[in-house]
C-alpha cells in the first residue's frame, strides 16, 4: 500500500461531503489532469513561459490539496513560487521529482478508491 502519501482524513472528510459516485467522478478528472498539467509545466520550461508554468504549478496545488496530498501540493507550491518569480533555472529536476511524487499519490488514491 502506498496510501502514505494521501492525508487519509482530508480523503474521507472530501468524500463524505461530495458522496462516492462525485468523488469517483472528481478523481477521474484529477487522474486526466494532472499529466495534462505535467506536460504543460514542462512545455512552459522549455518555451521559457513562467505565466503558463505559474498557472499549471497552482493547478495541482490546489487540487492535490483537496485529495490531502499534502506533499504534492508542496511541491507545486514551490514551483508555483519559482514561476511567479521568473525563477525557472532549477525548476525541470524538482518538476522532475514532483512527477514522481505526482506518479505515488495517484497509485494511493487509486488505492483508496478501490478500497471504498
Excluded at 504543460?40 to 503558463?52: C, F, S
Amino acid at each position: 500500500m502506498t496510501q502514505g502519501c494521501i492525508d487519509r482524513a482530508v480523503f474521507d472528510e472530501l468524500r463524505g461531503i461530495v458522496g462516492a459516485d462525485s468523488m469517483r467522478e472528481l478523481l477521474a478528472a484529477f487522474f486526466a489532469d494532472t499529466p495534462r498539467q505535467l506536460a504543460t509545466m514542462r512545455q512552459a520550461l522549455d518555451d521559457g513561459d513562467a505565466p503558463t508554468f505559474e498557472r499549471a504549478a497552482h493547478t495541482l496545488k490546489s487540487t492535490s490539496a483537496t485529495f490531502g496530498a499534502a506533499t504534492l501540493s508542496a511541491h507545486a507550491r514551490e514551483l508555483e513560487l519559482m514561476g511567479k518569480g521568473r525563477e525557472l533555472g532549477a525548476a525541470r529536476a524538482k518538476l522532475e521529482s514532483m512527477a514522481a511524487e505526482a506518479a505515488e499519490v495517484e497509485k494511493a488514491l487509486r488505492e483508496l478508491s478501490d478500497a471504498s
